[in-house]
């Protein structure tokens, strides 16, 4: 594969364009806003300039809803030999390119399992799918030499494919994805409205959890839009476990000792599944999930201190798995919270304490 266009220069476009430029391909970008597609440009994701004949692949990155619109307009223009999308949703996009009539022996569905609570081309990372699950949905119909490119496309980004029904994806999203944003949104929810005093006390736990919901309402509800009926279905579980969790709670409180323990043994049983379901979520590159452990340094919070630290790890000879950084509210200072192999942690605290760091216990 040697030219590629990608038609939508948001998030996910440039950073497939940066990702794809970065390994010599030639990128035409292009967007309805110019501006979207200058900017691209200007990071070094491709050129705005049009292909002078159709090229080997178009990524159609825009939003759920007009996927269909914009590769009808694509094929009519002849742009590319084989087109893919990156919708986060696949049957919709699936149906309206059967009913518009499209060509779909060159068109193969994709999605790739990353994102960010960002939007635009400015938020874009050339390694944002490293190592992530990139969806591909073919049908009977899809040709070779799409699927092929396709597959480029994913190893070219860094990405491992995994080929799967549209309906099986939209199911499987639906339980990783959208149920979990709404989820997060809720929680965060919670905060808007919250005295200063309480907000001021959040910690991590609270950052993990509400994360995405700092995401772009606008293209979230073309999202659930495109797979309600899944993410509802899910809520409505979760709901019923909401109810579990509400009675065992006022059980708790309950004067009578066999309420309390009937309480007890409810709220045990919902952390315990936790565990389990946490257990089975893959860890880095899709290997089995691995226990990490933490070693944790107070930094100043001042320019250049998180690379210092990253590099005296790097001089200890060890891997940093994860990190997060934790800001205590009105303090000039950070907690960095370094996961490594747990062979690694003493090793890793002794050399940094004897360099001058604060290792926390
Ligand atoms: N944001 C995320 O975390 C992820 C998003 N996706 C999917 O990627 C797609 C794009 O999402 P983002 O990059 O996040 O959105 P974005 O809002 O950053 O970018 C979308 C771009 O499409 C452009 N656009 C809209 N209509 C157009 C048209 N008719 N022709 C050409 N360009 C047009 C917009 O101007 C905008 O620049 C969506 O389908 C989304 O479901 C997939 C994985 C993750
Ligand atoms: O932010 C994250 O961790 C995500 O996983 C974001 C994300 C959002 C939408 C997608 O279709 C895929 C991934």
Redesign the pocket.
Known sequence: MRTVAV?????????AALALSARGITVHL????AD??RTAASLGAGTVEEPAGPVDLAV?????A??G??LA?CQRRGLARSYT?????KSGPRAEVAALGLDTTHYIGG???????????L??RADLFEGRPWVLTPTPDTDTETLNAALELVALCGAMPVVMDAAAHDRAVALVSHAPQLLSSLVAARLEHADDTAVRLAGQGVRDVTRIAA??P??WL??LAANAGMVADILDEVASDLQDTVAALRALEAGDEAMRQGGSAGIEAVMRRGNLGHARIPGKHGAPPTRYETVVVAIGDQPGELGRLFREVARAGVNIEDVAIDHSAGRQVGLVQLSVNPGSVHQLARALAERGWDVRD
């Open positions: 038609v939508g220069t948001g998030l996910i476009g440039t950073s292009e967007d309805a806003d979207a597609a159609v990155a825009v939003p759920p007009l996927v619109k914009v307009d999308d990156v919708a986060s949703v999605h790739p399992m990353a994102g960010r609570e960002r939007s635009g081309p938020a874009a995401s772009d606008r293209m073309d999202i």
